[in-house]
Structure formats: structure tokens, C-alpha cells
């Protein structure tokens, strides 16, 4: 299998579109593989990109054992087992446990004995977009270093195609993932949970998974529909966290949990109707484990708040943490590399480590860990644990639309100039500037604490702007207008999905 070059426009239903491998290469992302299915891949580019993967296992000397699974979407079962045929070719014997979510695939890794993971999945993103989420140490998926390589090997069709793969479909596996879930006690009262799904794959698991916890549950949008037709499944967008706040006050319930399309990340309305963001429920559950675990080490990434470093409660409790790159597969892999306790994403993946779990985020263990916080303080409701906190004023993550091929640029831009406004004794936002941190885009910290962030988005053509303040909620809007002006500098950033 060969690609033409250069790639050609490929048009549906022809015959070239059937006989020639699609794959765009910005598909290619920092730790994952995006593509628009059908106008950016099609099923021989699927075999390909399978083709490719099995050669670099291969190259990386690891067995070649792999598990995969799929999402709900119309078109994810096709892809995988176009994925699959590549896989087989290059002589990768196949483990396939059927619709899954993400961290299913991930302890089918430990369960089955199997060193690789491919789940196809868009995860979050509209429906339209596919996906495969790889690794081939688990718990850890690729970063930056295979996934290069992956792309080098699959465009070129420079593939080790050494026959000898095998395919087993592994029957009724969810019941294995969720009976390992479940082996430990129930909780001690009944919590009453809206568990949210978006009509993504988590509604197949998550409501029963919680009830048989010991919860008092009322789904929301539980029922699987690849149209998603009230809003995508994303405990970062406004539109999700408002439908389990209307939920959360109409049944009264005390908390409402919300999982994503692929299930492995987990956001948090409290029983009052307030939203709470990804960070700040990890700051509570942060305080609420190192009460219990001496010294407790977390990771955290770039876009969280900085109560981490500055909570009384984690200080006086020997917490440490560590602020690293924003994207599932780089706190993962720092989380592993620390032996931290958990890591906690602003974007709702969390990464419990054993004991608790396994390093890999899944939202079930990160409802588990909210449902047990709450099991831990009877007289108190998740509201009052969410005051307790040190005030600040937090953004949501806004995403403005800006292309693969111009994000890292634009950034890169954004990011010398806060620079050398830093060192010329500027202001920004009336303010002078503390630090300014590029481990991941540029976060701006000034003076009164204020603080904004600047990256690209690594599944998507799109930035990512948050900011917070611990001053007053016009200082946090005074910075999101001061970096949105750097960004109106450069014409290729677009409008925003949300914003404040």
C-alpha cells in the first residue's frame, strides 16, 4: 500500500477513494490521531494507520499483543476493523472487546496481558471526527516522540508487513471491567447521583456502575446516540454543566457527575447547581486524600488553578504537586514517573494511581473518588466542601477556532511577546508581570496573582485560553481581554467556542 504524491483531493464515491489510502497528516497529533472520518480518512487509510502502528511495535521491540474496542459512533466498529486488517497484516495478534470506553481498553491491557492499546474513539469531539488512542507501555499512551514516528512510517507505506497477526473477540468484557470496579464496599449512606452522559458510550455503564456503588441514580441523557443531539458529551462545556445543574435542582440530587463520550474523564455540579470546574474538584479531592495518605504527591496540569501550591490545607498536610503539560498522555506519563498519588487535568481526566487505581484516567474511578469523598464527610454536603475553599474566579477552557497548521506559530508568537513584556518592565492587564512559565504555550502570573494561559489545543484546530484570578472576577476578565488582544493580532485565531 503506497501513497500517492503528492495526496491528491479524494472525492466519495469514486473509485480512487476506494482503492487509495486516505490520511491527512495533521491528523497526527501530539499524543492522538484526529481525523473528520470520511474528508480526512477513509477505511484503507484506517488499514494503513493499522499497518503503520503494527510495523512500529515492532520497531519498538514490544510484544506484539494489542487491545482495541470502539465508541458509539455510526462509523467507529467500521474503522476498527479497517484498523484491525492493518494490524494483522504487520502481524499483531489482536485482542477486540467489542463498544467500549477508553479505560476499559486501558485495564484490558492489565487484565488480558497485553503490552498495546488502540481504542477508536473521538472521544469528545462533534460528531463527524474519529480517532485512535494509542499506547504501547501500559499504563502510558504515546506522546510526541511515537507519534511521529507512527506518522513517518504510515505516510511513507514503509511498513513491516510480516504476516503472522491473529484476531479473538473477547465476549461480555465489560462485565470483567466493571466487577473489578465494583470489588470493594459500598458506599455507607446513599448518595443521590445525576450521572450525565451526553448520549455518548458512557450511558452503557455509568449509571449502573454508580447504583451498583450504592447510589440513588437519575441518568441524563444516558440513552446511546451517536447524533448527539443536545450537546456533545464534554464536562467542559458550559451547555453539559448547565444540563446537570437544571438536573441536579430538579431532583435534588447531591452531586451530578458527567462523563464524556469516551468515559475517561469526569465532571462535578454540586447539589447546590453551582459547576464546579475539573481543577477545584481536584483540589478537593487532593485535600480530602492527604488526609488519608501521608506526603501525598499530585501532578497537575498547566491549565489548573494555583490553589494547589497554595491551599492551607494541603500545606498543612505535606501535599506536594508538581504543574505539568496539559494533555492526557504527558500527566500520565508524569504521574507514572513520580509515583504521584493522582493527577488531576482541568479538562476532567484524573489519574488515580494505585491504590486507588491503575495510572490510566478513567471517569468511574474519578466518580468512585467523589462519591467516596462524600462518603467520608456525613455531615457535610458537597457544597460546603466546595466553600471551604480559597476563593478564586475561574474561566471555563475557551477554545478559539485556529488551524493545526497555524495554532503552534500563533502561540509561539503570543508567547515572545508576553516575553518581552516581561522583561521590559511592561504591564499587562494593569498589572506587572510575576512569571511567565512556556512548559506547555505561555502562562502569565502577574503580580496581584492573576493568571492566564495560552496553548494549542493538541486534538483540535483550535487554541486554549483559561485564566484565573484570586483578586475579584473583573480582574480575571481584565486578563482574558488583555491576552485576547495579543491574539487579535494574528488573523488566523478565530471565534471562540465560549467564553466569560
Known sequence: MTFPSPLPRLVSNTYAYETTPLVKPAGFREYDARWLFGEELNLMGAQALGMGLGTLIHELGVAPDLVTGHDFRSYSASIKIALVQGLMAAGVRVRDIGLAVSPMAYFAQFELDCACVAMVTASHNENGWTGVKMGCERPMTFGPKEMSRLKEITLAGAFDLRGGGAYEFVANFPERYLASLLDRPKLSRRIKVVAACGNGTAGAFAPRALEALGCEVVPLDAELDHTFPR?????????????????????????ALGFDGDGDRCGVVDDEGEEIFADKVGVMLARDLSSIHADAQFVVDVK?????????????????????KTGHSYIKRRVNELGALVGFEKSGHFFFNRPIGLGYDDGLVAAFAVCDMLDRNPGKRLSDLRRALPKTWSSPTMSPHCADEAKYGVVAAVTSAIEAMASGGERLAGEGIRDVVTTNGVRVTLQDGTWGLVRASSNKPELVVVVESPVS????????????????????????????
Open 473 to 500: 472576577e473583573q480582574r480575571m476578565r481584565d486578563i482574558f481581554v488583555a491576552l485576547d488582544a495579543l491574539l487579535r493580532t494574528h488573523p488566523e485565531v478565530g471565534a471562540y467556542n465560549q467564553t466569560i
Open 304 to 324: 489548573s488553578t494555583g490553589l494547589y501550591m497554595t491551599d492551607p490545607v494541603l500545606v498543612a498536610n505535606g501535599a506536594r504537586t508538581d504543574y505539568w
Open 231 to 255: 450537546y456533545n458529551p464534554n464536562p467542559e462545556d458550559l451547555k453539559m454543566l448547565h444540563a446537570m445543574r437544571d438536573a441536579v435542582l430538579e431532583h435534588g440530587a447531591d452531586v
